[in-house]
């Protein structure tokens, strides 16, 4: 297989470069490739990382899971890119320096028309899709959460109409499930249809694979940003080779990864509870902790330590983390939740099956 400068052979771990743009200095922007292939055919799987930059528990569990033993345990073809930001690598920063928004939000999507000339970063999105494209059964990407977050998996909601027909998405549906499964973390499905096209999640990495290129795709929020969490590192090392066994990439069977859902009804993503008063926010809940619908999750307080007031969940569901800093303004959230969900996972896009809720994307 060849990927950019990187050529494998059977049985061999290569290393190089995909070139997506040209920099103003006269040098190209370059992805790291490593691409591990098997002495026997077999499936591919892709593994990216760090779309956002300072995402880094994502880009270590992606550096580490391919090992110069990988070659040899495998049958198919492993292809890791561990950065798909590295702009916003080089400076600690979630967005790049040519394009300040959202990198995971510029994916191709056949609906997404604009007179505008693509950006430099949706070209650079374009290029990966396409490669990916062009030889992946399955991926995972790897990312990090909110401050303090406990690790969790992201099922998208899988789209049907023009694309596909329902049993085609619910067919897709059940591979996508079979590899959040084996993976072995709690799963938080994705918002619903039409906040999910709102927020232009067709458009990640793992939305477009999915609901566009029709490839079991899903993300996985490893802990919190900025530094290596080392046993969260450990645990999505081992989830990413479970994906390998439930593809039949490694021999065996998918053990537990954990951490297990503190509920047992299904949940999706919510940003919430929202605050309607400025101040400084102190929280009584973190991350794993079990709420209900009206209990309070946090006080709001003058800069004198007064309580202005407190703020309740919207929802029953548990705290997957907490959001950055203490000065909150009105309507500022305070906490990323998994809330109960009774919505279908297979759905028409232009879906409302069960309206917004006031979420937010991460």
Known sequence: ??????????????????????????????????????EEDGPTLWITAAIHGNEVTGLAVAQDVMTDDLPGEIRGTVVCVPTLNPAGLRRNTRTSYYDDEDPNRYFPDPDAESSRPPSVQQLVDERVYEAFTDSADALVDLHTAHVGSMPFLIRDRVLYGEKRTEDEARELADDLESLVDAFGMTVVNEYAAEEYTEQNLQRSTAGAALNNAGIPAFTAELGGHAVVEEDTREAGV???????????????????????????????RAVHPHTDAPGIARHRVEAGDVVAEGDVVADVCTPHGDRKTAVEADHDGYVLGRMHGVAVYENDALASMAVRDDGDLVVPRESSEDGPNGCETN
């Open 1 to 38: 297989m060849q990927l950019g400068t990187a050529e494998s052979d059977p049985g061999e771990l290569v290393t190089g470069w995909l070139d997506v743009t040209d920099l103003p200095t006269g040098t190209p922007e370059r992805l790291p490739v490593l691409v591990a292939e098997g």
């Open 238 to 268: 081992a989830g990413v080779r479970n994906v390998m066994r439930e593809l039949g990439v490694l021999p065996g069977d998918p053990s537990a990864v954990g951490p297990e859902a503190p509920v047992e009804y299904p949940v999706k």
